[in-house]
């Protein structure tokens, strides 16, 4: 907000100080001002502005001078220096020292309050991003992981203790097990946090491209290249750098990618400067890394480079109690993306879901409930709103029939017997009509459907509406 925003005004030119002051208060922001640097250093600690807009030369303390002792106080302040023509030399020096910009006297008005708004609005989208950067760690923070099983209890504690470290992570599991999830803990919990989060998956760039996504690349370097561009480790400086499905990294790459693990180095495509790198790498991959060594398909001394910590992530069938809490974690997810009003699953529908194989993992589950919350027509989530492969998977192999001894059947068998006698008799005072029956059963139509298809009942076609 420009009322919370004080802007210090420097200059030992009084005239220019007042009017400077009016012509930026009007504008919504708080003013304050002093006539030469040792007055000016008086009002920063005693206001803290925001923005400074000072002169250049004063008497005593002049603007350089000054202009670096708040910088050495507060960095983040934003500074802008009033310079006459002959000074722009002194002024554009500034700016490698850390000026936000200058401005020429003399100086047009509406000039000023253009640069003080750019500067405004330039601290007001730092200050978004630092905030978008905390809800961003905090989302990621270890104890948010869903689970109740003991194996990935440890596995939170181990991805704890090695987020507090720079070594390299190896992070083992099939897809979907969220294997991307976990690299972002580890980033998020470390004292890179703020720094950037870069992720390149090394299946999906072609051959020919992926070292320039790794690298970069000069102008001219290859047929397409127009321009400079950098690549991941250049982005990732000072960060982490997340290589998905490492596995499928071609050997000549690997070669590159052991030199960058080495010695912190690497040249762009088509370029002679050797640049300088810190980043730390989170490798994954759904593959066995050590087959891969003895099958010659993967390199020795990069695997050993790679795997200082090695994180296996369970895949969701080995954890059958996590589905519940992951499946109702997606629905009100879902339910709230999609503006249903949706608040629970049917015991039978969790039922399924927890008998489920799940080859696909955590991200089949979420697909599976996502669907299922788009085809629901109520506020429960019945087992006929998940996918077909599932409902398929439940259906029985007994054709429904007059209910047996308990020695016979289990409960289960029983109970499905007895729903289907009731729906026969239903049909029946129906004239085999299903919207009436389902209407009779307080039940929705496709309720009923999948209960005629779960028990195998057949009805007229002339009379099934």
């Keep these: 907000m420009k009322q919370d925003t004080r802007i210090l005004i420097v200059d030992d030119d009084e005239s220019i100080r007042r009017l400077l002051s009016v012509v930026l208060s009007r504008e919504g922001y708080q003013t304050s001002s002093a006539e030469d640097g040792n007055e000016a250093m008086a009002a920063f600690h005693e206001t803290a502005p925001d923005i400074v807009l000072m002169d250049i030369r004063m008497p005593g303390l002049g603007g350089i001078e000054a202009m670096q002792l708040m910088h050495a106080i507060r960095p983040s302040v934003t500074i802008i220096l009033m310079t006459a023509f002959a000074e722009l030399e002194t002024a554009i020096q500034a700016i490698k020292l850390g000026v936000f910009d200058y401005v020429v006297k003399p100086f047009d008005l509406t000039e000023i309050k253009l640069l003080v708004e750019r500067a405004w609005q330039m601290r007001d989208m730092r200050q978004q991003i630092s905030v978008l950067k905390e809800e961003l760690s905090d989302s990621f923070r270890l104890e948010r992981i869903l689970t109740n099983n003991p194996a990935m209890l440890a596995l939170c504690a181990a991805t704890e203790r090695a987020s507090k470290s720079n070594a390299t992570v190896v992070i083992l599991g099939e897809s979907g097990v969220g294997k991307e999830l976990l690299a972002a803990s580890l980033h998020y919990n470390s004292p890179r946090a703020r720094q950037p989060f870069v992720k390149l ?265």
């Design 201 to 465: 998956n090394c299946g999906a760039i072609p051959e020919g491209l992926l070292e320039s996504e790794l690298f970069g690349h000069e102008k001219g370097a290859f047929t397409g290249a127009v321009a400079r561009r950098t690549g991941r480790f250049e982005q990732a400086n000072g960060g982490t750098l997340f290589l998905d499905e490492i596995g499928e990294l071609p050997l000549v790459l690997q070669v590159k990618l052991l030199r960058v693990l080495q010695d912190k180095e690497f040249e762009r495509v088509g370029g002679e400067s050797t640049l300088k790198t810190d980043v730390r790498i989170v490798a994954a991959t759904h593959r066995d890394l050590a087959a891969m060594v003895e099958a010659g398909t993967f390199r020795r001394d990069l695997f050993y480079r790679l795997n200082v910590i090695n994180l296996s992530v369970p895949p969701l069938r080995e954890r059958r109690g996590d589905i519940p809490l992951l499946a109702n974690h997606f629905l009100h997810k879902f339910a709230d993306e999609h503006g249903r009003e949706i608040d629970a699953f049917d015991d039978h529908a969790l039922a399924l879901l927890q008998r489920q194989p799940w080859p696909g993992n955590v991200r089949e589950l979420a697909n599976a409930v996502e669907r299922a919350v788009v085809m629901s027509s109520g506020k429960q989530i019945f087992a006929e709103d998940l996918p077909p492969q599932i409902i398929d998977q439940d259906l029985p192999n007994e054709v429904p029939g007059e209910l047996g001894s308990g020695e016979e059947q289990n409960l289960k068998t029983q109970v499905r017997n007895f729903e289907a006698q009731v729906i026969v008799q239903a049909l029946e005072r129906n004239a085999g009509n299903r919207s009436r029956t389902a209407t009779e059963l307080g039940i929705s139509r496709r309720a009923l459907l999948y209960k005629l298809h779960e028990c195998r009942i057949d009805t007229a076609d002339d009379c099934a509406e």
